[in-house]
């Protein structure tokens, strides 16, 4: 399940350090290293899945949940009031450098859109 050369793996058994926001048995969430605003945090299956197109049936509980706790987290740090967005990115175009499924949370300042 694990993959030892998959940095988020490396994260969520906390062989590598990082600042956790929240975590329960599916998932954890984390803030990203290299931030795109002032809030940026990554939802993390904790089993490893490549990419967002390699979910089975047997994950849709898992794929719910990613964005319910991303909701959750963006409620509880009050990120609701003035918006945030949700992003995930799939493939090499779309820029997906972590070959572990992760969502995008970011907040905090007026987004661009369309994204570049
Ligand atoms: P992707 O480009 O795959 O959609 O997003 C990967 C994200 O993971 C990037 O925003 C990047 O800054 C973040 N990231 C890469 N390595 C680490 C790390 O070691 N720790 C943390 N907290 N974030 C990381
Ligand atoms: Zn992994």
Known sequence: MEREDCVFCQILSKRKTSKIEYEDEDLAVFWDINPQAPTHLLI????????????????????????KVAIDVAKRLKLDEK???????????????????????????RLMWPPG
């Open 83 to 109: 918006g945030f967005r949700l992003v995930l990115n799939e493939g090499r175009d779309s820029g997906q450098s972590i070959f572990h499924v992760h969502l995008h949370l970011l907040s905090g300042r």
């Open 44 to 67: 993390v299956p904790k089993k490893h899945i490549d990419k967002l197109s390699d979910f089975s049936k047997s994950d849709d509980y898992l794929m719910c949940k990613l964005f």
